[in-house]
């Protein structure tokens, strides 16, 4: 754990993040007196990868009449 006092967490406020990568955590000091505890977030969860489902597509039937025009009939068939 590095400690840095406010002047020097100050200077490295724009490395903040490097820092804390390499040291893990920091002690901030006042007149070499404690004040804060500086720590890393734990890292997010990486976004799950979906498995492609193409196989699945290319199973299904090719549809001759456009989406589009079989919502309009079934809309109109409502009224």
């Known amino acids: 754990m590095k400690s840095l006092n406010i002047r020097e967490i100050r200077q490295e406020l724009s ?3 490097e820092l804390l ?3 893990g955590e920091l002690l ?3 007149h070499g ?3 804060a ?3 890393p977030l734990e890292s ?3 976004p799950r990868h979906l498995p492609s489902l193409k196989w699945l597509r290319d199973q299904a ?3 001759e009449i456009p ?3 079989l919502i309009r009939e079934d809309r109109d068939a409502r009224d």
Do not use: C, M, N
């Open 44 to 46: 997010a969860p990486s």
């Open 37 to 39: 505890r500086v720590l």
């Open 67 to 69: 989406s589009e025009v």
């Open 61 to 63: 039937p090719f549809q």
């Open 28 to 30: 901030v000091t006042r």
């Open 21 to 23: 990568v390499k040291e």
């Open 15 to 17: 490395h903040l993040d």
């Open 33 to 35: 007196k404690p004040i």
